[in-house]
């Protein structure tokens, strides 16, 4: 959106920068990167980004403080992962946004969705300096991509804070299922080595019983018990639930355990909330049982063709139908209709320029939360896509898209 740096960039690449990208990062992530990094960084204004963290945190604080909603959105957690002690605020968020074009020509952003569950912090603070280094961007003058006034060393101060909260690491645990095996190792490995904590397989902690205390949860290292503290919490119960991965623990028990980023906000701070955000940032949006019932209907635009469907709780997009027909919607259950959204799907602009042609952001704010502290923005990450939707599955065999970065002038 900077048109001089653009340019600029564009002019300047060259393939042997993203090969050597590509290499670096899986070195640094001690594995390889198993999805699609792009070519190229984004460059935005420094107060489009700020409007952006600004609108994520005011929408963030109006649902934590709403007690209603926060009643509302517990009874949407499925019985079985509704889980015990919950923390009075998310301590990782996320917020998702695209770019509109406003009747005076300038660029505005619409929310897509927020979400209480972290997200690649790790993984995006090493990208981001890798396309400095390797890419040289310092030669098209000061730039930045650290949000609320933080640094490189500020970051992971705050983000072992929150991970840790003054716990020995031996004790703090990142818990996933087969983490091994997921595509955001690469984030996973980082952290572990800048925290120095175990990555573990949430499915391998045991509990293990106190006489006259709460029990507390472990995981094995060689024959040893290790008593964990703290669980930095990577696992999403929606895989959980359609892997019928069997824990050892049950979620609704207490536990002597701290969780870092607790199960529960991941449903309170999702896409539930979206129907009850009125905000001129927030596309419309109405629940399908509500719909189906003829209650906000009239928040929807008359014409089909502008609505999509998504469930819930599911996430990389699944289950997602663009202009959705009377037959799609009547063919979900009834007793399903009320994990269903419909929203007013919102035309994104693709703002930047590639030798591909114009490609779409979407632009997604990371926040940090500490116990006793505030939340606080610390950059973003973006994605870029020219396909229906900015998920893998609909970029396919397209250059220049994937996982990025934004800077913008210091």
Sequence with gaps: ???????????????????????????????HIGFRVAETPV????????????T???????????????????????????????????????VDFGLVREADGSFSPRLVELQGFPS?????????????????LDELGKLAFFLGGHSEASFWKLMGRVVLN?????????????????KTLPDFRVTADRLGIPIVDIAEIVPQDRPGKLPRLCYREGKR??????????????????????????????FDVEWAGHPNWYFHLSKFSLPFLNHPNVPPAVFLDDWFAGRGADRLSPE?????????????????????????????PVAERKNYLLQERVSFERVVDTPFGWTQPEIRILYLWPDGGELQPVFSLVRLGRGQMMGVDHNRNLEWVGASAAFFPA
């Excluded at 499925?78 to 968020?93: N, Q, S």
Aim: hydrophobic letters at 40%; a negative charge.
């Design 304 to 332: 089909r063709e502008h609505w999509v469907l998504k469930p819930l709780f599911s996430f990389a997009g699944k289950g997602i139908i663009f202009a959705p027909t009377e037959e799609q919607l009547a063919a979900i």
């Design 120 to 136: 690649v912090y790790g993984f995006q603070s090493v990208l981001n300096e890798m396309y400095r280094s390797i890419y040289a």
């Design 225 to 254: 018990l290790v008593p964990i503290h703290r669980i930095y919490n990577r696992t999403i119960v929606d895989e959980l639930i359609q892997k019928q991965i069997r824990l050892g623990f049950d979620y609704r028990e207490s």
């Design 56 to 94: 994520g945190a005011e929408l963030t604080h109006r649902l934590v403080r709403d007690r209603h909603y926060l009643q509302r959105s517990a009874a949407a957690i499925p019985e079985a992962w509704r889980a015990a002690d919950e923390t009075p605020h998310p301590h990782f968020m996320t």
């Design 166 to 182: 003054g716990h020995d690491p031996e004790n703090v645990v990142l818990a996933e299922i087969q983490p091994m095996e997921q």
């Design 1 to 31: 959106m900077i048109a001089n740096l653009r340019a600029a960039f564009n002019e300047r690449y060259q393939a042997e920068h993203y090969r050597q990208l590509l290499r670096a990062l899986d070195a640094c992530t001690r594995t």
């Design 43 to 54: 460059f935005f204004p420094k107060d489009l980004l700020e409007t952006m963290a600004g």
